[in-house]
């Protein structure tokens, strides 16, 4: 009977943290993007302003070529959607001595329409001290 007692704490509490750790990454943004077509975000934290763009160029086999650049760092992905190199993760500030977990954000590729010719993508930033504003400029 104690034992039983023990193992429905242990799920309980294993179920918490899963609950905890998946609210690390919050949705921020569905983007839909024909080819070519730029989509620029602007990143704020303390007085600092970057501009994140990012594009896409080619789907083939699956395959879909990212560009993308991050104030002076310029990129290249390939995403697929049943593969494991679904998204690419950018980091939003340098680490510092009281940043241990740097705020980023994931852009992860979610579908490709062989009608219209648009990728689908979904944006989740990482920011647990809630430091970072991003504010998309090209907006439709």
Avoid at 5 to 33: H, N, P
Avoid at 78 to 107: A, C, T
């Amino acid at each position: 009977m104690r034992l039983k007692s023990i193992l429905q704490i242990f799920i309980l509490l294993t179920l918490a943290f899963s609950v905890m750790s998946a609210s690390e990454l919050r949705e921020v943004k569905k983007i839909s993007l024909k080819k070519d077509e730029q989509k620029e975000i602007l990143v704020k934290y303390d007085s600092i302003k970057k501009l994140f763009k990012f594009r896409w160029t080619l789907y083939k086999n699956g395959g879909l070529v990212i560009f993308r650049s991050y104030d002076t760092i310029v990129a290249q992905n390939i995403l697929y959607l049943r593969h494991k190199n679904q998204s690419f993760r950018l980091e939003l500030k340098s680490r510092g001595v009281d940043n241990y977990n740097v705020p980023y954000v994931l852009v992860k590729f979610k579908e490709f329409n062989q009608e219209t010719k648009t990728a689908d993508f979904e944006l989740y930033l990482s920011d647990e001290k809630q430091q970072i504003v991003l504010e998309y400029l090209n907006e439709k």
